[in-house]
């Protein structure tokens, strides 16, 4: 026996548990608590808990069984339609990454041909070779057209995967 | 965020399901929620404080079992493991600090005896909840455990997932500071 404990701790806590304490169980186990500091201790603790439960049973309400099971069953269900459209989801994030992907792929290859055209367009304006204004307007229009175009292509490339993305994610 | 719903179909199919999914039929289940749904729900009402927790935990805590795939050698077993869950459900939700006041513990009495005893024992009952609020989670699962529900060391230690070497010095040391709060809250 440790410091801790009492032989006959679990007596009280039965007498208690039975309603017999102290009353209506053994005299010797009333007379041993009356000295036992552990088990007097436990009979104080397991009065004030019993007569707590024995209140709170009165007034608790529980749901039917079927009503858990039904709820738990319909979770269960919810919870496999959502793992089977789990790889829908990850398809949908390859797919974006993989725009993405093309679409920075484009730009690196696109990249190191800009400063010779931006060179060869400030010789042509250094040089006087500019054509006449109707044409320049007509391919500033153009160029503007096409740019117009671009970005939206690109929203559409990267934004409409990314929504996709968002909206078919599960958390 | 898109929500998934069930048609009524889906959900008729979802009995055949659970049969398949649950570790136990319907039958089994309902036998063993009538043995232990107000144990479990008084618990969770006295470890948590509140009454619509300790609702949504009831039905969280039994489909956590009933998704639970691990044979049981017997009752006991089961019950010990459905507590185990509502602890760990009751100490993933402790963030209340205080113990409401039970409604049933201030209700009308009769005559003016039946209303000074009710009243005692209201008060009691109110020491109690006070004290065992500053408790830790973990003392008051185990002292609720041992002097509530009348269980084993061994049958605590494995609900509240310690060992059961340790469990006797953590008992007696979580009855040592309840009993000395209740002192506490007595005198004041």
């Known amino acids: 026996m440790s410091a801790y404990d009492c032989p006959r701790e679990q007596d009280v806590v039965n007498a208690v548990l039975g309603g017999h304490w102290p009353d209506r169980c053994n005299e010797s186990l009333v007379a041993h608590a009356a000295h036992c500091v552990t088990c007097r201790e436990i009979a104080q603790v397991s009065v004030l808990l019993q007569e707590d439960v024995d209140h709170a049973r009165i007034d608790v309400i529980v ?54 055209v931006l060179n060869m367009i400030t010789r042509a304006v250094n040089l006087d070779m500019l054509p006449s204004p109707e044409v320049t307007n007509a391919l500033a229009g153009g160029l503007a057209m096409a740019a117009g175009v671009g970005v939206v292509a690109a929203a559409i490339l990267i934004i409409a995967p990314l929504a996709l993305y968002f909206a078919f994610s599960d958390d | ?21 649950f570790q136990m039929t319907e039958e089994a289940f309902r036998t063993f929620y009538e043995l232990t749904a107000r144990p479990v729900r008084v618990y969770l ?72 005893q009710a009243a005692e024992r209201a008060a009691r009952r109110l020491d109690l909840h006070r004290a065992m609020q500053r ?54």
């Open chain 2, 1 to 21: 965020m898109r929500e998934i719903t069930l048609t009524d179909m889906e959900r008729l199919g979802a009995f055949d399901e659970a049969e398949r999914t």
């Open chain 2, 45 to 116: 009402a006295r470890m948590t404080g509140d009454d619509r927790l300790a609702d949504d935990l009831l039905q969280e805590t039994y489909y956590r079992f009933l998704r639970a795939n691990r044979a049981f050698d017997n009752d006991d077993h089961r019950r010990n493991y459905l507590f185990r869950i509502a602890t760990n459900l009751v100490h993933d939700h402790r963030r209340k600090p205080f113990m409401e006041v039970p409604a049933a513990a201030i209700a009308e009495v009769p005559d003016a005896a039946a209303a000074a």
């Open chain 2, 135 to 188: 408790l830790k989670p973990r003392e008051r699962s185990m002292l609720w455990l041992a002097y509530a529900q009348g269980w084993s060391h061994e049958e605590i230690a494995s609900a509240i997932g310690v060992k059961t070497a340790s469990m006797k010095a953590m008992l007696h040391r979580a009855r040592q500071r309840l009993v000395a709060l209740l002192k506490t809250g007595a005198q004041s």
């Open chain 1, 63 to 116: 749901p039917a069984a079927g009503q858990i099971w039904w709820r738990a069953a319909v979770r269960a269900r919810l919870e496999s339609t959502q793992a089977a459209a789990r790889p829908m989801t990850w398809m949908h994030a390859i797919t974006g990454a993989i725009v993405v992907g093309v679409f920075l792929a484009g730009l690196t290859a696109v990249w190191p041909m800009l400063p010779s």
